[in-house]
């Protein structure tokens, strides 16, 4: 299980130091197995690049090496992304998260130039990040699979397109070693059995040993103790989301007393209704 960091801020809309160093202490102590870091659910669209820079150091410094990182390194110019390969200190990351270039909309040509230019541009671990409900595209199956046959250091993809039969034809059509991660919590189960890897998860901010024991037992094949825990933290799957992410995994970990509901525009909290809802499914 890895989780999808988000970024604590302050009533004042600044970055919470020292609320990111007891989230990533609570992943630790709570058997994440590694951290996903400056992804979507981290808001990072909405923080300065001095901001990201220093949010990617802190978290380095906090975690000293105890998880792997997963960096979050994508965007829609290819060039960008090359440049920032080459000349930004990747000291501390063990590997990078690249998003399906969104907003322009390429083709699944276009999707496979990208990936093999970024890929020939490092030689850090590529995670490939296929999100269609935010990129605007849809990564094929046949250009995950390309991807992965033609690049040694593309080792994996989290796929967020919610398309249980795309996900399970990867997986059933992957080079050995190639990871499969689910990049939505509620579909984490079912996909663990038919052979995919693991999460990179929204709801491990705030059930971390809970998700992970989940994980880790379906993992195992210990399928019916992993439903029973899942049957658990159903009602929060759908609920974190209602009023879009993070904004409702911000409000569930406000409720634990761990940060302030605090998001940046154009993202908003979750509506008091939400809140109350996942305050009422947090105890059930």
């Known amino acids: 299980m890895g989780v999808a960091l988000i970024t604590p801020f302050k009533l004042d809309g600044s970055v919470d ?14 058997n994440a197995d590694f951290l996903c870091v400056l992804g979507t659910t981290a808001e990072t669209p909405t923080l300065t690049a001095e901001e990201q820079l220093k949010v990617r150091e802190a978290i380095i410094k906090r ?30 990351v063990d590997a990078i998260l690249s998003v399906v270039p969104y907003y322009n909309k390429p083709s699944q040509q276009g999707m496979y130039a990208h990936f093999k230019a970024i890929a020939d541009a490092t030689e850090l671990p590529i995670v490939l990040y ?9 990564m094929l199956p046949d250009t995950t699979l390309r ?7 593309i080792i994996g993809i989290k796929e967020a397109s919610g398309n249980i039969e795309q996900i399970n034809e990867i997986i059933s059509r992957r ?8 990049g939505d919590d509620g579909i984490t189960l079912p996909l663990i059995k038919s052979g995919a890897d693991g999460v990179i998860s929204v709801i491990g901010n705030g059930f971390a040993n809970e998700f992970a ?4 037992l379906a993992s195992v094949g210990e399928v019916d103790k992993a439903h029973e825990i899942d049957a658990t933290l159903t009602p929060l799957y759908s609920l974190l989301f209602v009023d879009g992410n993070p904004a409702g ?13 605090v998001l940046r525009l154009p993202l908003v909290p979750a509506s008091d209704a939400t809140v109350e ?6 105890v059930m």
């Open 213 to 216: 024991q989940m994980v880790h």
């Open 175 to 182: 080079p050995a070693g190639f990871k499969v991660f689910s």
């Open 63 to 92: 975690n000293a090496g105890r998880l792997p990182i997963l960096l979050g390194c994508g965007g829609n110019c290819t060039q960008h992304i090359i440049d920032t390969l080459k000349n930004d200190s990747m000291e501390g």
């Open 130 to 138: 296929n999100v269609p409900g935010r990129t605007g595209v849809n």
């Open 17 to 30: 130091y020292a609320a990111l160093d007891r989230l990533v202490d609570y992943q630790i102590e709570n």
């Open 147 to 153: 991807l992965a046959a033609d690049c040694s250091n």
């Open 249 to 261: 995994i911000k409000a569930l970990m406000n409720l634990q007393g761990r940060v302030e509901n």
């Open 277 to 282: 809802k996942i305050r009422v499914a947090m």
